[in-house]
């Protein structure tokens, strides 16, 4: 247990301090993270509206803070070029996720083609019940897509791994609520990168 609480904070180490230096994405990450939690209670209640939640609001202020504000050059405070980081990713890194996220955005589609999604689905009679199934959709390509890559890393790594990056996945809403939740005041004082980068998190 505790090589794997090491490993743990070693990938949300690295995550954060090569992918989270802009205050605008940590501030969206903040927004997100509230919306995933939402998101989390509404799987008990209403899954296919959870989904909805979860890619048609927090994945994409996620991403949104990822793909157009985050510095893209060479890391003065990390010394790392781009192709490291992108390189030494665990989970999913840019180019990874330009691939889930048009698998996500095209997988409607489906639904035109199959309404029933090959007999997995009722077929939508309306607006609403469209939405429901593409919400239902979008929660397979989720929980595919988390688990896609910890079998990748399972294959390419270790087990360990895999279950540890499947954890961060899973907690990182809560973990990014208390590590962004002063992001906005940070962003209203005119403060457009983290200074505190250069400085390892306590372990």
């Not at 595919?144 to 990182?172: C, H, N, P, S, Y």
Request: glycine share 8%; aromatic share 14%.
């Amino acid at each position: 247990m505790s090589a794997f609480m090491h490993a743990l904070r070693e990938q949300r180490w690295d995550d954060h301090r090569y992918y989270h230096h802009n205050r605008i994405n940590q501030s969206l990450h903040f927004i997100s993270a509230i919306c995933f939690v939402v998101a989390y209670g509404l799987l008990f209640v209403d899954p296919p509206l959870a989904a909805l939640l979860a890619w048609g609001v927090s994945m994409v202020t996620r991403q949104a803070g990822h793909f157009f504000f985050e510095p893209l050059g060479y890391d003065e405070v990390n010394q790392a070029t781009h192709e490291y980081k992108e390189a030494i990713k665990v989970g999913y890194n840019l180019s990874r996720k330009l691939v889930l996220m048009g698998i996500w955005a095209f997988s409607p589609v489906l639904l035109v083609w199959q309404p029933d999604l090959f007999g997995l689905l009722t077929p939508h009679g309306g607006w609403l019940e469209l939405a429901r199934n593409v919400g239902w959709m979008w929660l397979a390509v989720g929980v595919g897509g988390v688990l896609f890559r910890m079998l990748q890393l399972f294959v390419q790594e270790d087990a360990q791994t895999a279950l540890v990056w499947g954890t961060k996945i899973v907690t990182d809403p809560f973990h990014d609520i208390m590590l962004y939740h002063r992001a906005p005041l940070h962003l209203m004082r005119g403060e457009m990168y983290d200074p505190g980068h250069g400085v390892r998190h306590a372990s």
